[in-house]
């Protein structure tokens, strides 16, 4: 087994999911994949929280002391939030999907972008911003197996049933972003992987939570997070948690 095997099989069932999907959207009402829909951002609410209760870890507060871990993540999405938003991050994001729907199933009408956009948008939030994105890939780039991205490849590929059912082809379209980013993480662990201490991790993994709840946020149509624009948070957590832990020493 290679490194990237778990990538690659992540993106073979992203499209499998997505073509049945797309062939079940078909013969689905409306209010049938609405409903669907909802129960995914259910889940994903699920997930998120959990996951964001890792703030909690006891590898977390022996690094930087008790009071500082909801500190770490906050700082990580204040000061994630505004580089994402000054380089437009969300901008960026909407404006590929649509030019690869312009590609892919030509010029149709704006409601039919909208929501090829959003499927693609969302899905790819929901595919790459979770802890198994970052654990799993990094597990694999230094060479310790790809189960974890192997999991996360079963559930994305149910999700993305889900999801094309409800936003068609732009789910398909996600596949893209998940062999950039789980391909680029996969390589950053055979690199660096090994030097990023547990608490760092964990910080990754509670600030990675909370965005998963901003996606659920946009999915059950309570709030349109812009969850992009956070996601430098992934990268400024782990920083802020090495700064605090390097004063505390």
Known sequence: MFRGFGTVVNVATVLAGSGIGVLLGNRLPQRTRDVVTDGL?????LIGALSAAAVRYSRLASAVGTSAPVLIVLGSLLIGGVAGSLLSVEYRLERFGSRLQTRLVGGSGSAERRR????????SLLFCIGPLTVLGSLSDGLGNGADQLILKATLDGFASVAFAASFGW???ASALVVAVVQGSLTLIGGLVG???PPAQLVAITATGGLLLIGVSLRLLQVKPVPVADLLPALAVAPLL????????G
């Open 41 to 45: 951002g259910l889940v994903t609410l």
């Open 116 to 123: 090829f956009v959003e499927g693609f948008v969302a899905a």
């Open 170 to 172: 732009g789910v398909a």
């Open 194 to 196: 090994g030097l990023l």
């Open 241 to 248: 948690t090495a700064i605090i832990a390097a004063l505390r």
